[in-house]
């Protein structure tokens, strides 16, 4: 086990050491899209890229949020044959804080943990070669998206 020191040391050690093995601007937040997200995630037990689609503030109203998971299940089949066959949508994802959003994400199927450094170069080459795959299916169909 690992003190909350070291676990946090352990954490910041990887996304420092992934930022300097693959350096790229990442969209992550950047979508241009209230609500729609990138996302990484590597914690003691799992790994997976997401594209998280949560709440929107209420002035562009929920309507819009149920647009845009109807459009990227409209483009499922796209980003399934041509990016990321094995991608999992879920419109009803819960959060381990209990919040619900909907997403479409993909995990990696390996035993993994941030907390063994010998997992690591993997998931870095997990999240390098899909994330590149999600943002570029992403910047082919955002404006359908938007719309």
Do not use: C
């Not at 350096?23 to 998280?52: Q, V």
């Not at 899909?130 to 998206?145: Q, R, T």
Request: glycine share 2%; net charge negative.
């Amino acid at each position: 086990m690992f003190s909350k020191e070291e676990s946090r040391l352990l954490r910041q050690e990887f996304w420092t050491s992934f930022g300097k093995s693959f350096p790229r601007k990442w969209l992550l937040y950047n979508t241009k899209i209230k609500g729609l997200s990138f996302k990484f995630h590597f914690d003691t037990k799992s790994a997976l890229i997401a594209l998280d689609l949560e709440d929107v503030p209420i002035a562009i109203g929920m309507d819009n949020q149920i647009n845009y998971w109807e459009k990227l299940v409209a483009l499922k089949s796209i980003l399934k044959t041509d990016y990321l066959p094995d991608a999992i949508y879920e419109e009803a994802y819960y959060l381990d804080n209990g919040k619900e959003i909907s997403r479409i994400y993909l995990p990696l199927d390996a035993k993994v943990s941030i907390h063994n450094k010998n997992t690591w170069q993997m998931v870095m080459e997990f999240f390098n070669t899909n994330m590149i795959l999600f943002e570029a299916f992403f910047e082919e169909y955002k404006d359908v998206i938007k719309s």
